[in-house]
């Protein structure tokens, strides 16, 4: 266990709707980063947040948003899904903004169904 | 094209035999090469990372790095059923800024006791 969670486990929405996904970080991680795995694209960096504020950002739709709030957890916004928004995200957190090769705690990830 | 390549597999492997997992890439500007390990229904795992070329070993595990043709490599000696898992390799070309990391596709490993 990383001892970061993420709710919901499984999500099944149909095209057009929007969802939240929610990540809690390791007790004492200041960053959260967001991840996209899909077969043929593999795991894809979304966006970073840093105590709050972006830190860095990916390959992030427009439809896509998140927020860190001040306790530290974070949501994933997704919006006018499309069926190829199907994927498993993955949240991950590290104690400072680091680098990448920095050790970050993935969560368990929230599969995201677009019918 | 895609920046990294990383055959899907899946590979299986009998129990203590030598597994081999790569990865080609064609950005010449990658410096830090890492390996994750991801158990089924888990997030991934960073297992090791080189910077720039060369060899380097941690347990049974060893990463090479051949800049002069892209090409990297994870070696497991005397693997165990426990490595059964998915492979991600990935690159950057510094070692700051999540957004230029970038991973291939993974390997599907199977260890058969």
């Known amino acids: 266990d990383s001892g970061v969670t993420q709710t919901p486990k499984h999500l099944i929405t149909a095209t057009g709707q929007r969802v939240t996904l929610r990540c809690s970080p390791r007790s004492g991680d200041l960053s959260v980063y967001w991840y996209q795995q899909s077969l043929d694209q593999g795991l894809q960096f979304l966006i970073q947040y840093y105590n709050g504020e972006e830190r860095a950002k990916g390959n992030i739709l427009e439809r896509f948003s998140a927020q860190q709030f001040p306790d530290l957890h974070s949501e994933l916004n997704l919006s006018s899904l499309e069926l190829g928004d199907s994927a498993l995200y993955f949240c991950?957190?590290?104690?400072?903004?680091?680098?990448?090769?920095?050790?970050?705690?993935f969560g368990p990830g929230t599969r995201l169904t677009v019918l | 094209q895609k920046e990294v390549e990383q055959d899907p597999g899946p590979l299986s492997v009998p129990e203590g035999a030598i597994v081999s997992l790569n990865c080609t890439y064609s950005n010449s500007a990658f410096q830090y090469f890492m390996w994750y390990r991801q158990y089924s229904r888990k997030g991934p795992e960073l297992l090791m990372y080189?910077?720039?070329?060369g060899n380097k070993e941690d347990g049974r595990f060893t990463a090479q790095v051949d800049k002069s043709s892209k090409y990297i490599s994870l070696f497991i000696r005397d693997s165990q059923p426990s490595d059964s898992a998915t492979y991600l390799c990935a690159m950057s070309v510094s070692n700051f800024g999540n957004e230029k990391l970038t991973f291939g596709t993974g390997t599907r490993l199977t260890i058969i006791p």
């Open positions: 080189t910077y720039s070329s």
């Open positions: 991950a957190s590290s104690v400072v903004a680091g680098g990448v090769t920095d050790t970050q705690y």
